[in-house]
């Protein structure tokens, strides 16, 4: 797992179960959650990005691009799909509305934080595939 062996050169990872007998070994950042499991070496990596303390694991896809692409290309791809998402949710709920509606104005404020969130993670992106291209 390339993710993992990145994260292990650079980060201290927090434990789950007894301090000197842990169950596991984890790490967040930028929403997302992975997680070796000390019983049978398996990684977990979950979207924490979602409502509450809710949270699901990555797809296949997403988990396959932690694997070989590494850490922080998994991550924002992740945030980039869980971004489009929400976009999508917000433009189906103004589609859904009228002129005059007070909701209207608070979903158009959130459409505009989240657009904002989605192209900055975009250009990050960007960004990383031009570095890895070097």
């Known amino acids: 797992m390339k993710a993992w062996e990145e994260l292990k050169e650079s980060v201290t990872f927090y434990?789950?179960?007894?301090?000197?007998?842990?169950?596991?070994?984890?790490?967040?950042?930028?929403?997302?959650?992975i997680?070796?499991?000390?019983?049978?070496?398996?990684?977990?990596?979950h979207n924490v990005m979602l409502a509450?303390?809710?949270?699901?694991?990555?797809?296949?896809?997403?988990?396959?691009?932690?694997?070989?692409?590494?850490?922080l290309a998994g991550c924002y791809n992740v945030c980039i799909n869980t971004y489009r998402k929400r976009l999508n949710k917000i433009n189906?709920?103004?589609?859904?509305?009228?002129?005059?509606?007070?909701?209207?104005?608070?979903?158009?404020?959130?459409?505009?934080?989240?657009?904002?969130?989605l192209n900055r993670y975009l250009e990050l992106m960007e960004n990383l595939s031009t570095f890895a291209t070097k």
């Open 92 to 117: 189906y709920m103004i589609s859904l509305k009228s002129e005059g509606d007070d909701m209207l104005d608070d979903l158009m404020s959130r459409k505009a934080v989240v657009t904002k969130k």
């Open 15 to 33: 434990k789950t179960g007894l301090f000197a007998d842990p169950t596991s070994h984890w790490y967040l950042d930028h929403g997302v959650k």
């Open 35 to 45: 997680e070796r499991f000390e019983k049978d070496g398996r990684f977990e990596i």
């Open 52 to 71: 509450g303390d809710k949270y699901e694991k990555v797809s296949d896809v997403e988990y396959a691009m932690f694997d070989s692409v590494g850490w």
